[in-house]
């Protein structure tokens, strides 16, 4: 499908709650964002979220990338309780975008990168680069986790809260991970 194909179908909005896949919709869309209104060049970012969402698809071998734990959820659910099942859905939700170091702009993982520790803790998230890989590769089934840096980065890059911030695809094409390594 084209662009023109889309904007026919969909008009300058984009499609409604009910035609997405929730899995794949950047929080822009789940939180369904009036409050957002940036620049028009944003609106083609939200297909770029999908695109790092498949990449930890593959990486992780399940489409249950922004599942919590069993243990994180019944640490959660006492704070929850009297909230509707949707409700319910996107606390879950944003603890996982949370764990993943998928932060709410003002709390991005530029402000934390100084700090590679690991807890356990329900509320500690040290959003690194070390972290983040560490969390991927104890996710993994075969523990192998990002292929390498450049893999790492760019979902990174491709899963930012603000579309904003998210790579475009011109820019996701030319990141390094796509490049051929530097001959030695």
Known sequence: MDEFTLKHLYGSTGPSRAEQTSEYSPPEAFLNASWYHGPTSTNLKYDMWSVGVVMLELILGTPNVFQISARTQALLDPHIVGWNEDLKE???KLRSFMELCILIP???SKHHRSTGQVGDSPAS???SEEFFSIQ???RDPLKIGFPN???LRLVRQL????PED???VDDAL???YFQPPPKR
């Open 136 to 138: 991927i590769k104890n």
């Open 106 to 108: 003002g709390s991005s």
């Open 149 to 151: 840096v450049w893999a």
């Open 174 to 176: 030319q990141h390094p």
């Open 166 to 168: 998210r790579l475009s």
């Open 125 to 127: 998230w040290k959003c």
């Open 159 to 162: 899963l930012l809260w603000d």
């Open 90 to 92: 996107l606390a879950y």
